[in-house]
C-alpha cells in the first residue's frame, strides 16, 4: 500500500504528469471515447481527481497509467449514460453506435501502460498516432497544427498563437472552429490505414517541428528551453523515421531536430545567461548527434529530392560544422537560404537569412532586408525582427535606433532569458555610444 502524501508533493505531482503525460493521456482517452471533446473532458477530470486522490493514497508508480485508467473509465461511464438515454427516447433520437462492445468493458488497469502496444496498429506511439489522426485532409492546414498543438502536445493557447504568428484571440477561434468542424461533419477518430498517412505527413512533419521550436526556444516562461517538449518531438522524429524511412524530410527533419539539439548544454552560461552562437563553447557540442544528422542529409541530398526540412538541417550543419563561428561559410548558408525560400517562402525564412547575408556582404545590405520585411507587415508581431534589426543597427553604429529596436523587441518577448539578454544589450547602450563618439 502507498504512503500517503502531502497536499504539496501532490500538486506537483500532478503538475508534472500534466506536463509530461497530457498527450499520452488525451491519446489514449480519445481512442475509447471516439470524441475529442469527450476525451479532453475527461483527461481534465482525472487530472483533478487526482489530487486529492495522490493526497490520500499517495503518488502512484505509474502516473500516466492511473491518469489515462481515469480518464477511460469516465469515457466509458459517459458513453453508457449517453447510450441509456438514447435508448429511453427511440422515437426522438435514432440509435447510434458509438462505441464497439469492447471499449465499453473499460479498460483494465494493469493494461493501462505507457509502453504497452496495440499490434493491430500501424503507428506504434500513442502520440503520433493521435497527430495522425488529428491531422485529418478535412480541415484546412493551419486548423490541423493549432488544433494538435494545443490539445495533443498541450501548449497553451497564447504559445501556439506566438508559433503560429497569430493573435491569441485568432488562435483560439481556430480551434473552437476545427473542433465543431469535427463534431458537425462526424470525423471519425480513428488512424488512418497505411495507405493515407503519406498525405497526412506534410501536417504532421508541421507539428512535430514547430513542437521541437517550441521547447528549443520557450515562448514564455523562466527557463530558456522546454526539454521535455524537445525530447518528445525527437522521440517523435525518431518514431516517424522508423515508420516512413524512405521519406527524404522525415530524414530532414530528423536531422534539422539533431543538429539543433546537439548544441542544447552551451545555450546558455552556468548561470542561466543566454549565449549567442558565436559565444559557445563548440568542443560541447553532441558530436554524436552531428555524425548521426549528417549521414541523413548527406542520403537525402543524394536522393534528389530535397524538401524545406532536409535544406534547413543542411543550413545547421553548416553552421555546426565551422571550426569558429567567424569561420562559418556564410556565402553558401545564404546559397541554401535562396534555395529553401524557393520551396518555402516565408518571412520568418527570409528573416532568418539577412543574419548570414549580414556576414557576407555586410549589415547596411541586410538591414534593406529588414526593413522590407518591417514593411510588408507579416512579422509585426515576431520579436525576432526587432531584435535582428536592433543588432545590424548596432554593427552600424546607430545607437539610438538600435535601443528603439531592442526594447520594441522586449515588449514582445515572453521568455525570460531572452528578455534578459535584450536588457544586457540596452545596457550597453552607453558604452557602444562613447565608443562611437570617439
Not at 7 to 28: P, S, T
Not at 195 to 216: K, S
Not at 298 to 324: H, N
Amino acid at each position: 500500500m502507498r504512503a500517503a502524501a502531502d497536499a504539496a508533493d501532490a500538486g506537483r505531482a500532478v503538475a508534472d504528469a500534466h506536463r509530461r503525460e497530457w498527450a499520452f493521456v488525451l491519446a489514449a482517452t480519445v481512442r475509447v471515447a471516439r470524441d475529442l471533446d469527450l476525451a479532453e473532458e475527461c483527461v481534465q477530470e482525472a487530472y483533478a481527481a487526482a489530487l486529492s486522490a495522490w493526497e490520500r493514497d499517495g503518488i502512484p508508480r505509474s502516473p500516466a497509467a492511473w491518469l489515462t485508467t481515469a480518464a477511460r473509465r469516465r469515457a466509458v461511464d459517459a458513453i453508457r449514460r449517453e447510450r441509456t438515454f438514447r435508448s429511453k427516447l427511440p422515437l426522438l433520437v435514432e440509435p447510434e453506435s458509438t462505441v464497439d462492445e469492447l471499449a465499453l468493458d473499460g479498460p483494465d488497469e494493469q493494461a493501462v501502460d505507457e509502453q504497452a502496444v496495440d499490434p493491430e496498429d500501424v503507428v506504434p506511439d500513442e502520440r503520433l498516432r493521435l497527430i495522425f489522426t488529428c491531422c485529418h485532409p478535412a480541415l484546412a492546414q493551419e486548423a490541423q497544427l493549432a488544433l494538435t498543438l494545443r490539445l495533443v502536445c498541450g501548449l497553451r493557447t497564447a504559445d501556439v498563437a506566438k508559433a503560429l504568428l497569430v493573435p491569441e484571440p485568432t488562435m483560439a477561434a481556430r480551434i473552437t472552429r476545427a473542433k465543431r468542424k469535427i463534431a458537425a461533419a462526424r470525423i471519425p477518430w480513428r488512424l488512418p490505414r497505411a495507405a493515407e498517412l503519406p498525405n497526412r505527413l506534410t501536417a504532421v512533419l508541421g507539428v512535430i517541428h514547430l513542437l521541437f521550436t517550441a521547447g528549443h526556444t520557450a515562448p514564455s516562461g523562466p527557463e530558456l528551453m522546454r526539454t521535455d517538449l524537445t525530447d518528445r518531438s525527437l522521440h517523435l522524429a525518431r518514431t516517424l523515421r522508423d515508420l516512413m524511412p524512405d521519406e527524404p524530410e522525415v530524414r530532414g527533419l530528423l536531422a534539422l531536430l539533431q543538429v539543433t539539439d546537439a548544441r542544447r548544454a552551451t545555450r546558455t552560461s552556468p548561470e542561466g545567461r543566454l549565449l549567442r552562437l558565436a559565444e559557445q563553447d563548440r568542443s560541447l557540442w553532441d558530436r554524436t548527434a552531428l555524425t548521426e544528422a549528417r549521414e541523413l542529409i548527406v542520403a537525402g541530398l543524394r536522393g534528389g529530392r530535397a524538401g524545406r526540412y532536409l535544406v534547413q538541417a543542411a543550413i545547421a550543419s553548416l553552421y555546426a560544422e565551422a571550426p569558429t563561428y567567424a569561420a562559418t561559410d556564410w556565402p553558401q548558408i545564404v546559397a541554401l537560404y535562396d534555395r529553401l525560400l524557393s520551396l518555402w517562402p516565408s518571412p520568418v525564412v527570409a528573416l532568418n537569412r539577412t543574419v548570414p547575408l549580414s556576414m557576407a556582404q555586410g549589415a547596411a545590405v541586410a538591414l534593406v532586408q529588414v526593413e522590407a520585411l518591417e514593411q510588408d507587415g507579416r512579422l509585426s508581431g515576431y520579436q525576432y525582427l526587432p531584435a535582428v534589426k536592433a543588432e545590424l543597427l548596432r554593427r552600424l553604429g546607430r545607437m539610438d535606433e538600435a535601443g528603439v529596436a531592442y526594447r520594441q523587441a522586449l515588449e514582445l518577448t515572453g521568455n525570460e532569458a531572452e528578455r534578459a539578454y535584450l536588457i544586457g544589450r540596452l545596457a550597453e547602450r552607453e558604452t557602444w555610444s562613447e565608443r562611437w563618439s570617439e
